[in-house]
C-alpha cells in the first residue's frame, strides 16, 4: 500500500468515522464538532484528489461559516442531549432519513452504471488527475473543446470559473437568485414591525 | 508510488523547514508579546520589563546590561512561569472541550504560514524558487479557510467554561470574526483582479504571484488604497485587536473567553493571539506591501545569490515587525469600540465600501483591458 | 448671574465622518509620547523623594536628651480606629534621676502593622509628642508575627527627633524654683 492510499484510507475514516459518530453522539455540541471533522476529511480527499480549490471551498464555507453557526445556535438556544422528543421530528427524521437513502441508491446505480470505465485509472492513485477528471466527465471536456476554448475541465480555479461563468451560467444566476430571495425573506422577517407596538 | 531514500529525505526536509517556522513564527510571538509591553509602555511613559537577566549573558559589560534594559530576556521567563504555574481546573467546565479549545486555537494560527512565501531563492542559474512550505495555487483561500477555523478555538473555551462571560465572549467571537470575513474577501478580490494579467496560465489566487507582481512596480498599498484599509481594519477584527477585541474585553467580561483558564493552557490562547498577529502581518505584508522586494519602482539592491536571499527575508521581517509594531502601536491608542458599534462597522460600513471598491476596481480593470498599451 | 452659552454642534465633515485623521492625529502622538522622558522610577535602587508631611510607619521617638517620650497614657491606644496598638503600662522607678515626675511608662508597646492604616490620629492624639509617623514606608515580613512593631523595633524606627518640646525639663525647674505647677 503506497503513501496516498494510507492517506486515503485514514481521511475516509475520518470523514465516515465523523459522520457516523455526528449521528450517534447524544450532545448536539459533540455532535456538530464530529461533523466538522467528517467536512474536513472529505475535504481531504478532495485535496488527495488534487482538488485544492475545492478542498479549500469546503473548509471555508462548510468547516469555516456554516457550523460555526449552527454551533452558535445550539449553544444559544442551548440543546441539552436528546433535543428530538417530539413524535412529530421523529417522523420528519424519518422521511429524511428515507430520502436520503434514497438519494444515495440513485447515485450508486449510477455511478455503477455511467462510470464502468475508469475503475483501472484509480488504483494507481491520481498522478494524472485531469485525466481522470476528464474520464468521469468526457461530455465537459469535448463541449469545451467543442466550443474553441482551449481550457479543458481540470480542478485548477480558472477552469471552476469558467465552468461557472460560461457553461453553468443560468444554474449560477437562478442559484443567486435564490439566495437574494432568502435574503431579502430574513431582512423582512428579523425587522422590527414599525406599525404595531410591541411586534 | 513508492517509498525511496530521496522522498524521505525531501519529507524530512520539509518536516525540518515545517518545524523551523513554526519555531520562528513562535518565537516571534513570544518577542511580540515582549514589544507590547515595552511599546505600550514608552507610549505611557513608563519603561517596561528591564530586570530579567541571564546569569552569564548579564556580566558582559556593555551589551550584557543592554540587553537586559530591553528585556530581552523577559519571554523566557514569561513561558517558565506559564509552564511552573499550578494547573488549575475549574469544576463546572466541560473538561474534554475545555481542554482541547485551547488547541484548537493554535493550530490554525501556525497552519496559515505553511503557504506564506517569505524570501526567495536563487539556484546556480540565477533563477528564483520562492521559498514556502507548500506553493498552493490557491494560497490566499487556504488562509482564508484555516483562519475561519480559528474562531472555534475561541467559541470552545467560552461554551465549555460553562460560566456566562466566557460565552459571551465567545458568542461575540464567532460573530465577529463571521462578520469580517466577509469584508476583508471582498477587499482582496479587486487586488487578485488587478494581479492576474488576463490570459496568463498562473493563478493569480496564489500570494508567490502576488508578491512577483509587486517586484520592481508600485506597491499594491499603493495602487489599491482602499483594499488594504478594509483588509487592514479586519484583519484587526479578525485577530481580536484592541478596537476590536470583543471577545476578552476586560472591562466588560473580565477576561473574556479565557476567563476559566490558568496557567499553560491560558499561554496557549496568549500565544496563538500573537501568532495570528504575526502571521496576519506577514500577509498584509506579502500581499499590499511587496512581500520581500525592496522599495516600490525600486529594483531589489541586493545580489541574486544566497546574500540576496538573506537580505530578502531580513527585509520581509523587518516590514512584518513594522506591521506588528503598527498592531501595537494602534492598540494603545485607540479606545475599544462598543459591540454594537463593531457590527455596525463590519456590515454596513466595510461591507459596503468593500462591494464599492471591487465595482470600481472591476470597470477600471475591464477598461484598462480595452485599451491594451495600457495594461499593467 | 452666569449664563450659559450653548454651543451649536457642527456636523461632522465627509474626512470626519471616516475617523481616519483623527486616528492619525492620536497615532502621532502617542508616537511622539515614545521618546518623551519616562516618568519611571526604578524603586529599589532609586528612592521616591517624599513630602515633608508623609505618614508613614507609626514610631515612637525619644526627646533631644534621648530619653523616653511615651508616658504610656494610652490614648493612642483608645483612638486607634482599627485597634493596631497594643501598649502594656509600666511604671518609672521613683528613683529615676533622668526621669522625674514621670510616672508611667510603656512596659510594651506594640503596633500591629497589618492592622495599621496609616491614619496618624495616634501623632495627632499624642500629649507627649512621642509617637510618629515618619517616612519609613516599606515594611514587610514572612509571617503576622514579624508584622508586629514591638517597642524595640520602633524605637529603632523613631530614633530622636530634635524637637525643643522639653515638658518634663520644665516641669523639673519650676519644681527646683519652688513653683510647682
Ligand atoms: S496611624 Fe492610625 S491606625 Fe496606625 S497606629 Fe496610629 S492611630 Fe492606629
Ligand atoms: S505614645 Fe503618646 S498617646 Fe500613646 S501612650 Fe505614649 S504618650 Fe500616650
Not at chain 1, 474520464?135 to 471536456?141: L, T, Y
Not at chain 1, 475541465?153 to 449560477?172: E, H, I, N
Not at chain 2, 481580536?240 to 490558568?262: A, I, K, Q, W
Not at chain 2, 502601536?329 to 469600540?337: D, K, N, Y
Amino acid at each position: 500500500m503506497s503513501g496516498p492510499d494510507l492517506l486515503f484510507y485514514f481521511f475516509a475514516t475520518l470523514s465516515l468515522g465523523g459522520g457516523l459518530l455526528m449521528v450517534f453522539s447524544r450532545h448536539p455540541v459533540s455532535a456538530a464538532l464530529f461533523m466538522i471533522v467528517s467536512l474536513v476529511g472529505v475535504a481531504s480527499l478532495f485535496v488527495l484528489l488534487d482538488a485544492f480549490f475545492l478542498a479549500i471551498l469546503q473548509v471555508l464555507v462548510y468547516a469555516g461559516a456554516v457550523m460555526v453557526l449552527f454551533l452558535f445556535i445550539i449553544m444559544l438556544l442551548d440543546v441539552g442531549p436528546g433535543g428530538a422528543k417530539a413524535s412529530r421530528l421523529k417522523f420528519l427524521s424519518g422521511v429524511a432519513g428515507l430520502i436520503s437513502v434514497g438519494l444515495l441508491v440513485i447515485l450508486l446505480l449510477d455511478l455503477s452504471l455511467g462510470a464502468m470505465e475508469p475503475s483501472d485509472c484509480s488504483a494507481d492513485g491520481c498522478e494524472d488527475c485531469s485525466e481522470t477528471s476528464a474520464f468521469a466527465w468526457p461530455e465537459i471536456r469535448e463541449e469545451t473543446a467543442a466550443n474553441g476554448n482551449s481550457l479543458v475541465f481540470s480542478p485548477s480555479v480558472k477552469a471552476f470559473g469558467f465552468g461557472l461563468l460560461a457553461k453553468y451560467m443560468l444554474p449560477l444566476q437562478v442559484a443567486g437568485f435564490l439566495l437574494l430571495a432568502a435574503m431579502v425573506g430574513v431582512i423582512i422577517l428579523s425587522r422590527k414591525s414599525t406599525g404595531e407596538e410591541g411586534g | 508510488m513508492e517509498f525511496n531514500p530521496e522522498m524521505l529525505l525531501q519529507l524530512g526536509l520539509k518536516v525540518l523547514f515545517a518545524f523551523t517556522m513554526v519555531g520562528a513564527v513562535m518565537t516571534m510571538a513570544g518577542y511580540s508579546v515582549l514589544a507590547e509591553r515595552k511599546v505600550s509602555a514608552w507610549m505611557q511613559g513608563r519603561v517596561g520589563p528591564n530586570r530579567t537577566a541571564l546569569p552569564f549573558v548579564e556580566n558582559i559589560p556593555f551589551i550584557g546590561s543592554f540587553l537586559k534594559g530591553l528585556g530581552i530576556f523577559q519571554p523566557l521567563a514569561d513561558g517558565l512561569k506559564f509552564l511552573f504555574k499550578e494547573e488549575i481546573v475549574p469544576g463546572h467546565v466541560n473538561k474534554v472541550y475545555y481542554y482541547m479549545a485551547p488547541l484548537v486555537a493554535l493550530v490554525p494560527a501556525l497552519t496559515t504560514m505553511t503557504v506564506l512565501p517569505f524570501g526567495q531563492y536563487y539556484d546556480e542559474a540565477g533563477n528564483s524558487s520562492p521559498l514556502i512550505l507548500a506553493n498552493l495555487e490557491v494560497g490566499i483561500l487556504f488562509i482564508f479557510a484555516v483562519s475561519s477555523l480559528g474562531v472555534y478555538g475561541i467559541v470552545l473555551a467560552g461554551w465549555s467554561s460553562n460560566s456566562k462571560y466566557p460565552f459571551l465572549g465567545g458568542i461575540r467571537s464567532s460573530a465577529q470574526m463571521i462578520s469580517y470575513e466577509l469584508a476583508m474577501g471582498l477587499s482582496l478580490l479587486p487586488v487578485f483582479l488587478w494581479v492576474s494579467v488576463p490570459g496568463s496560465e498562473a493563478s493569480a489566487l496564489s500570494l508567490v504571484g502576488i508578491v512577483s507582481s509587486q517586484n520592481d512596480s508600485a506597491w499594491l498599498l499603493l495602487i489599491q488604497p482602499v483594499s488594504a484599509l478594509i483588509f487592514l481594519i479586519a484583519l484587526f477584527a479578525e485577530t481580536n485587536r484592541l478596537p476590536f477585541d470583543m471577545p476578552e474585553s476586560e472591562t466588560d467580561l473580565v477576561g473574556g473567553f479565557h476567563t476559566e483558564y490558568g496557567s499553560f493552557k491560558f499561554g496557549i490562547f496568549f500565544v496563538a493571539e500573537y501568532a495570528h498577529i504575526v502571521v496576519g502581518s506577514a500577509i498584509f505584508t506579502t500581499i499590499f506591501l511587496g512581500g520581500w522586494h525592496f522599495l516600490p519602482w525600486i529594483a531589489d539592491p541586493w545580489p541574486a545569490t544566497w546574500v540576496g536571499t538573506l537580505l530578502g527575508i531580513g527585509w520581509f521581517l523587518a516590514k512584518t515587525a513594522f506591521l506588528i509594531f503598527f498592531f501595537i502601536w494602534i492598540r494603545w491608542t485607540i479606545p475599544r469600540f462598543r459591540y454594537d458599534q463593531v457590527m455596525s462597522i463590519g456590515w454596513t460600513k466595510l461591507l459596503p465600501l468593500a462591494l464599492i471598491n471591487l465595482i470600481v476596481y472591476v470597470l477600471l480593470v475591464t477598461w484598462l483591458d480595452q485599451t491594451p498599451s495600457a495594461t499593467p | 448671574m452666569a449664563k450659559t452659552v450653548v454651543l451649536e454642534r457642527k456636523p461632522l465633515s465627509l474626512s470626519e465622518r471616516t475617523y481616519l485623521p483623527q486616528i492619525v492625529t492620536g497615532l502621532k502622538t502617542t508616537f511622539s509620547n515614545m521618546f518623551k522622558e519616562k516618568a519611571t522610577l526604578q524603586y529599589p535602587e532609586e528612592k521616591p523623594q517624599l513630602p515633608q508631611n508623609y505618614r508613614g510607619v507609626p514610631t515612637l521617638v525619644n526627646d533631644p536628651n534621648g530619653r523616653e517620650k511615651c508616658v504610656s497614657c494610652q490614648l493612642c491606644e483608645f483612638v486607634c480606629p482599627p485597634k493596631a496598638i497594643r501598649i502594656t503600662p509600666g511604671s518609672v522607678p521613683e528613683e529615676d534621676e533622668d526621669r522625674e515626675h514621670v510616672e508611667k511608662a510603656p512596659q510594651e508597646f506594640e503596633i500591629n502593622m497589618l492592622r495599621c492604616i496609616y491614619c496618624g490620629y495616634c501623632q495627632e492624639v499624642c500629649p507627649e509628642e512621642a509617637i510618629f509617623l515618619l517616612d519609613e514606608y516599606s515594611s514587610s515580613g514572612y509571617t503576622r508575627e514579624e508584622m508586629i512593631n514591638n517597642k524595640a523595633k520602633l524605637y529603632e524606627l523613631g530614633g530622636t527627633l530634635p524637637d525643643k518640646h522639653y515638658k518634663w525639663d520644665k516641669k523639673k525647674d519650676a519644681e527646683v524654683e519652688g513653683n510647682a505647677h
